[in-house]
């Protein structure tokens, strides 16, 4: 099947407007904004939402700006646009660097940072990055705007801490301290893209030499999108070097449910996950 169930459209022109919509017709309805995600489960007849909002047109929530002690992105702001700011290749290289990975140029023109973070897929790429980042994530709804750290944003897969009526508008990414690299690796599946075992790290290196602070995410292999704790753990206050990063990756998935199908076993990912945590966390060394 090929065809989406029949749905109403509903074509938002604020974030006002869209959040009634949803008070309106409640579990009904999803939210579109570029639809690389929703309309191809809807096709499939996987999502069948009887009403479609889309907020794609509002435009307010499409900017990157330099705000106090952070970088600003809108919901709405493209993968294209997000890989083509000077700004956010300045302070964030994986997410540049992470962004370019994401399908194709096409998909790259219409995919939204918010409509992914907001979708929650395991093997998507930018849920890492974001988690890695420390990003923190700007909700709104009936009630008001709330912020949500990404570190309690991820909560299983497909699904986020977004309350039913609300709709992600902003991400907020600190501003790195000095001596700070960032990469983003990842096993691509060839097909789609996805990730099979991806990894996002941030490493910052202390006057001494040794690590003063590490953010590590592992996405693709496991069922949510997770920081991979005991790698974080192992790397701080311990010198950069290869035996140091070679047993601290070997911890990236411990204690995780992982995902094993046709693309890759359980066995298969933890190790493939290893690998790119290995190569992400000496790239993200090397331009410190």
Known sequence: MSVPAAFDYHPATSVDEAIALLQQYGDEAKVLAGGHSLIPAMKLRLSQPEHL?????????????????????????????????????????LLTEGTAMIGDQQVRNRGTIGGCIAHSDPAADMPGIVLALKAEIVVRGPQGQRTIAADDFFVDTFTTA???????????????????????????????????????????????????????????????????????????????????????????????????????????????????????????????
């Open 53 to 93: 909002i889309d907020i794609g047109k509002i435009s307010s929530l499409s900017y990157i700006r330099e705000e106090e002690g952070c970088i600003a992105v809108g919901a709405l702001t493209t993968y294209h646009q997000i890989e083509q700011s000077d700004l956010l290749r300045k302070h964030f290289p």
């Open 162 to 288: 977004l309350e039913p009526t609300e709709i992600l508008v902003e991400l907020r990414l600190p501003l790195p301290p000095a001596q700070t690299g960032s990469a983003y690796e990842k096993l691509a599946n060839r097909a789609s893209h996805y990730a099979i075992a991806g990894c996002a790290a941030v490493i910052t290196r202390g006057n001494d030499g040794t690590c003063s602070a590490a953010s590590i995410a592992i996405t693709g292999a496991t069922v949510r999108t997770v920081r991979a704790t005991a790698v974080e753990n192992a790397l701080v206050g311990s010198k950069l070097d290869e035996s140091t990063i070679n047993a601290a990756v070997n911890q990236a998935t411990d204690g995780e449910d992982m995902i094993s199908d046709i693309h890759g076993s359980e066995e298969y990912r933890r190790k493939m996950a290893a690998v790119v945590a290995r190569r992400a966390i000496l790239k993200a060394i090397g331009r410190i």
